[in-house]
């Protein structure tokens, strides 16, 4: 159950953290702005991510809930 997913997490979350950075201030070292480095599908990708890994936790919420 949840514990299968946590590969997922990880992976999403390390994605989404390394890429936090670039994503706002580009690549400081090379000038290179963020709209240079990263497409719509990139974004698309990231927010289709995100909302897999809060499912996940939503589910693991809802069956902690029914536990009580």
Do not use: H
């Not at 890429?19 to 090379?30: I, S």
């Amino acid at each position: 159950m949840f514990l299968s997913e946590l590969p997922t997490i990880i992976l999403v979350s390390k994605r989404l953290v390394e890429n936090r950075g670039p994503a706002f201030y580009g690549d400081e070292a090379a000038f290179t702005p963020p709209r240079n480095l990263y497409a719509k599908e990139d974004g698309e990708k990231a927010v289709s991510d995100a909302e897999n890994v809060l499912k996940i936790c939503q589910n693991l919420s809802d069956w902690w809930k029914a536990k009580k």
